[in-house]
């Protein structure tokens, strides 16, 4: 399973985005895809046309992944063990539901996301 970081969504959304070949290469491979509410939440943050957010859910087959309680405390974790630095609190969030899927998460921001792989973390940068 693949799951998506929103500046990844993003990237398939906005076709002026710099990563967006790279986003659309990646959705074309034949993976299941999903996404946490978190990274959902950063994507929906920002104007999407309705056509796109609905062609982006038929993408994400594997799903939404909820913000739960077991989510919540890895996420707690990733953030004690990585610094605590403010900046990184929705990283950990996302970083968190990415390992619990035991899931590749993909991302722009692979420095972003660089302290929680000693922690279980795999990535796969655009």
């Known amino acids: 399973m693949i799951h998506l970081d929103a500046n990844?969504?993003?990237a398939m959304a906005?076709?002026?985005d710099a990563h967006h070949a790279a986003a659309r290469a990646v959705a074309a491979k034949p993976h299941v895809f999903s996404t946490s509410a978190v990274?959902?939440?950063?994507?929906?943050?920002q104007p999407v046309p309705p056509a796109c957010t609905l062609a982006l859910?038929?993408?994400?087959?594997?799903g939404i992944l909820p913000f739960d309680q077991s989510t919540a405390a890895l996420a707690g974790e990733l953030f004690h063990l990585s610094g605590a630095k403010?900046?990184?609190?929705?990283?950990?969030?996302?970083?968190?539901?990415a390992?619990?899927?035991?899931?590749?998460?993909?991302?722009?921001?692979?420095?972003d996301f660089a302290p929680f792989i000693p922690l279980g973390l795999k990535l796969l940068h655009l």
Not at 39 to 45: Q, T
Not at 86 to 97: F, G, K, S, V, Y
Not at 99 to 111: G, K, M, R, S, Y
Request: glycine residues 4%; proline residues 2%; neutral net charge.
């Open 14 to 16: 906005k076709v002026t």
């Open 39 to 45: 990274a959902w939440m950063e994507f929906l943050s």
């Open 86 to 97: 403010r900046r990184t609190r929705l990283d950990c969030m996302i970083a968190a539901a």
């Open 99 to 111: 390992i619990l899927a035991d899931a590749q998460l993909a991302t722009t921001n692979p420095d």
């Open 57 to 62: 859910q038929g993408i994400l087959t594997g």
């Open 8 to 10: 990844v969504l993003i």
